[in-house]
């Protein structure tokens, strides 16, 4: 008879035992699941924020950021990023940043930046047909410096309608070939 009773002991202790680990499983499961799922919602939202940070460009500010139409005859990269960080810092409520680095095109003519996307009827990319220059950083320290240099990469605009405008015109500029 004891040794029944020491079996049946034996067998509730097994029992919980087993039940305590599945239980245990399962909850560590659970965890890995939901942290799991928060890492996707967390990097989703930052891709949804940088992607509107960088689509979200309009014509003027392609004008200001990424030509010599506004620069009243500067031609060096401290003055003309000057400007662009303090659009950059004002859209971005990042007072005091240096862009790290930004690519000018070498135009004045606003009707000949704007006749880059004359050929284009929807949302696209052209390769930039026109010489440009990239300023970057030398030191992030404020007052941001920079440095010119040539571009060892071809660049390219997108090309997509302006609404205030109402006609398709270069709104970004990136790396690489259309």
Same mark, same amino acid.
């Given at each position: 008879? =004891?040794?029944?009773?020491?079996?049946?002991?034996?067998?509730?202790?097994?029992?919980?035992?087993?039940?305590?680990?599945?239980?245990?499983?399962?909850?560590?499961?659970? $965890?890995?699941?939901?942290?799991?799922? +928060?890492?996707?919602?967390?990097?989703?939202?930052?891709?949804?924020?940088?992607?509107?940070?960088? &689509?979200?460009?309009?014509?003027?500010? &392609?004008?200001?950021?990424?030509?010599?139409?506004? $620069?009243?005859?500067?031609? @060096?990269? @401290?003055?003309? +990023?000057?400007?662009?960080?303090?659009?950059?810092?004002?859209?971005?409520?990042?007072?005091?940043?240096?862009?790290?680095?930004?690519? &000018? =095109?070498?135009?004045?003519?606003?009707? =000949?930046?704007?006749?880059?996307?004359?050929?284009?009827?929807?949302?696209?990319?052209?390769?930039?047909?026109?010489?440009? &220059?990239?300023?970057?950083?030398?030191?992030?320290?404020?007052?941001?410096?920079?440095?010119? =240099?040539?571009?060892?990469?071809?660049?390219?605009?997108?090309?997509?309608?302006?609404?205030?405008?109402?006609?398709?015109?270069?709104?970004?500029?990136?790396?690489?070939?259309?």
């Amino acid at each position: 008879m =004891i040794t029944e009773l020491s079996k049946i002991k034996e067998t509730t202790v097994n029992c919980s035992t087993k039940t305590k680990i599945k239980q245990t499983n399962v909850n560590v499961f659970a $965890a890995f699941l939901h942290q799991g799922i +928060m890492m996707v919602q967390c990097t989703c939202l930052l891709l949804l924020l940088l992607s509107t940070a960088v &689509f979200s460009q309009n014509y003027d500010d &392609f004008i200001v950021k990424h030509t010599l139409v506004k $620069a009243n005859d500067k031609k @060096d990269c @401290d003055t003309l +990023m000057k400007v662009v960080n303090a659009l950059e810092n004002s859209k971005k409520k990042t007072p005091g940043k240096c862009k790290e680095n930004n690519t &000018f =095109i070498v135009e004045r003519d606003e009707k =000949i930046i704007q006749d880059m996307c004359k050929a284009v009827s929807e949302k696209q990319y052209v390769t930039l047909p026109y010489n440009c &220059f990239d300023c970057v950083t030398k030191d992030k320290k404020e007052p941001c410096s920079y440095t010119q =240099i040539k571009p060892n990469e071809k660049k390219k605009i997108l090309c997509e309608k302006d609404k205030s405008k109402n006609k398709i015109l270069p709104v970004h500029l990136g790396a690489g070939s259309a």
